[in-house]
């Protein structure tokens, strides 16, 4: 009736993988945020996937879903804020320059 | 509905491989605006894809929190750093090249074993669609405990991030 399940899996280990380089290689702090909900992202995909296909009661990984939107809208605002007390001390939002208590 | 049946498959692919390259833009793009942007579509394919996979609430609450309430946050940081005037400053720090090797290792491992694994087929005549309703009653049921968990979790994180991020009595 749908796309198989292999597909939507694929797709968002794809997503992931995409995440994962985009947090690992941004200097920009915003830009490893972006990637970080990316990954969240495509941890929801999965969950509504198989809450689609193979769970018995469809309602637990919608509802998993939902908690980790809440948990990346609070980590969202947490980075914001951080970011931001940030730049108005060392005026970079740069992770790289970012080394006061590096060795 | 059979006869629609391949243009609607046709169009999930479509909308996968928007989100993917659209994910790739948002994590490629050197100006941080557009890769914002570019997040925001991806974000739309990802609602697309849970209205496929009849998870019409989850969409909406992905349209509503993340393309209404994150990206306008990510938005309003970006332009309160310096990060739209700065062309010239380096995409990639010096570990870019490490990294990628890691996620494409990470991502065909997934994969393989994604197409290894026996997964277990419910028979999707007798799937019941999950309504809002429905939703709703279990969160207020068997998922009280995690919700209000969830919400004192996310009430502290709010105040928490007004306090980092205010000014300073005396400067």
């Known amino acids: 009736m749908m796309i198989p399940l292999e597909h939507l899996l694929i797709f968002s280990s794809l997503l992931f993988g995409i995440g994962i380089y985009g947090a690992l290689m941004r200097r920009n702090l915003i830009g490893i945020l972006i990637a970080i909900e990316l990954l969240l992202n495509a941890a929801n995909i999965n969950l509504a996937a198989f809450s689609r296909f193979t769970s018995l009661e469809p309602d637990t990984g919608q509802i998993f879903a939902l908690f980790i939107i809440a948990i990346a809208a609070a980590s969202a605002a947490v980075g914001l804020a951080l970011v931001l007390a940030l730049f108005r001390v060392r005026k970079t939002v740069f992770s790289d320059e970012i080394n006061l208590l590096k060795w | ?171």
Not at chain 2, 53 to 61: G, I, N, S
Not at chain 2, 114 to 142: C, D, I
Not at chain 2, 153 to 169: E, M, N, S, T, Y
């Open chain 2, 1 to 171: 509905m059979d006869a629609l049946f391949p243009v609607v498959k046709c169009g999930l692919y479509v909308i996968m491989a928007v989100s993917l390259l659209a994910a790739l833009a948002a994590v490629l793009l050197r100006n941080i605006f557009h890769a914002a942007l570019a997040f925001m579509i991806t974000l739309l394919g990802v609602a697309g894809i849970f209205i496929a996979l009849r998870a019409d609430f989850l969409a909406a609450v992905q349209v509503l929190i993340y393309v209404g309430a994150v990206v306008t946050l990510i938005i309003f940081s970006i332009m309160m750093t310096e990060g739209l005037n700065n062309k010239i400053a380096r995409l990639q720090n010096r570990l870019s090249l490490p990294a990628f090797a890691v996620c494409m290792v990470l991502t065909g491992i997934m994969i393989e074993l994604v197409q290894r694994t026996p997964w277990p087929k419910q028979n999707s005549l007798h799937y019941v669609p999950v309504t809002a309703a429905r939703l709703g009653e279990s969160l207020m049921g068997a998922y009280v405990f995690p919700f209000e968990i969830i919400s004192v979790f996310l009430i502290a994180a709010l105040i928490g991030a007004v306090v980092v991020a205010k000014k300073d009595k005396d400067s």
